[in-house]
């Protein structure tokens, strides 16, 4: 199987990069070293806002007109690590509320038909949710997944049978039809975390490297 085309490396602002959304202009980066999230300029690179969220943000992404994330929060007892689905408008700050994670599981986000789906890396699927956090559609995926980005109909996940050794693997599914088997497309040769696409390509994270990595398919 080919491997990504790196298109450019970047060092990230804050160490150990973990979730990348993109609106088409700018990219959010959250840390897991700092739970902090920024705002950058992907031309100039340039840090333009730092975003403080009430958790860790596990996975990001973005779509009408908000930054929707996967935050692991404390409230207040030994599990640190409550899993809850929350929005950020830029300008705005964080909408009230939040969506509910079913199982207590999930970190990678993607929308698709208004709706939020997230990925369960250890349950291998994919969950189209409603605004009240209940399951609309349940799609099963053949490796753990680590990344999720939507275009159109067909979502691109970043995937892997093991964390620590890899190989990690681009993955594509038909959102349309949750029979079709979901197929490997690409190799990813290093152990990434999170995907986005911008429009034109697609970024993801090196977390042990500390760097944002842009990247096409192979033809």
């Known amino acids: 199987m080919a491997p990504i085309v790196e298109l450019l490396r970047k060092t990230a602002h804050e160490p150990e990069p973990h979730g990348v959304a993109s609106d088409g202009t700018h990219l959010w980066i959250g840390s897991r070293a700092t739970k902090q999230i920024s705002k950058i300029d992907p031309a100039s690179w340039d840090r333009l806002e730092v975003i403080v969220p009430p958790g860790m943000p596990w996975g990001m992404t973005?779509?009408?007109?908000?930054?929707?994330?996967?935050?692991?929060?404390?409230?207040?007892?030994?599990?640190?690590?409550?899993?809850?689905?929350?929005?950020y408008v830029p300008g705005h700050g964080f909408a009230n509320g939040f969506v509910p994670v079913p199982d207590e599981t999930g970190s990678h986000l993607g929308l698709f038909a208004g709706h939020i789906l997230l990925g369960q890396w250890y349950k291998r699927r994919l969950l189209l949710l409603d605004d009240a956090g209940r399951i609309i559609k349940t799609y099963d995926v053949p490796h753990q997944i680590a990344g999720v980005a939507v275009r159109g109909a067909r979502a691109s996940l970043l995937t892997t049978d093991d964390e620590e050794h890899g190989p990690y693997w681009i993955t594509q599914l038909d959102l349309n039809d949750p029979t079709t088997h979901a197929s490997d497309v690409a190799l990813v040769p290093f152990p990434a975390r999170s995907l986005a696409w911008d429009g034109q390509r697609f970024w993801t994270n090196h977390r042990e490297a500390d760097q944002t990595v842009a990247f096409r398919l192979p033809e």
Do not use: F, K, P, Q
């Open 62 to 87: 973005y779509g009408d007109n908000a930054l929707v994330m996967t935050c692991g929060e404390s409230l207040g007892h030994s599990d640190d690590d409550t899993r809850r689905i929350r929005r």
